[in-house]
């Protein structure tokens, strides 16, 4: 059965990211949306960035979208993607101990004053 996407609750954006890596030539982008608690589509997306893993596709997804989230006004964020690595990578982080920049960025990013939760990881990342 395939997954069906659930809005969040009023005040709440979701934002569902993806990355992907072609097998052949190993160039990877990544592609989301950013929805509000009635499915109303705010923002789309997609990016090609060369060569990478999806893993670290998929972190730029949801970093670039953090950056615009924070950037609309959001200040209380859902993220859902399917690379339960990536998130555990952002989940797990320690300064210098990653071996994407990325992940660093992205926890400067939830820094900031806003509540941003992963549900694969049934967490909140906090301050």
């Not at 989301?32 to 009635?38: E, I, K, S, W």
């Not at 979208?65 to 859902?80: N, P, V, Y």
């Not at 555990?88 to 994407?100: A, C, E, L, S």
């Amino acid at each position: 059965m395939p997954d069906i996407w659930i809005p969040p609750e009023e005040g709440w954006l979701k934002l569902n990211t993806d990355g992907a890596r072609s097998l052949v030539d190993g160039s990877a982008s990544y592609g989301g949306v950013l929805r509000d608690h009635n499915g109303k589509w705010i923002h789309g997306f997609n990016k090609f960035i060369g060569r990478c893993s999806v893993v670290e596709a998929e972190l730029w997804g949801i970093s670039t979208e953090m950056d615009l989230a924070w950037g609309l006004g959001c200040r209380q964020l859902i993220i859902e993607s399917d690379s339960s690595e990536a998130l555990r990578m952002v989940q797990q982080y320690t300064f210098g101990g990653d071996p994407y920049v990325i992940i660093s960025y992205i926890r400067q990013i939830c820094n900031k004053d806003w509540q941003i939760v992963f549900p694969r990881l049934l967490g909140l990342i906090t301050k």
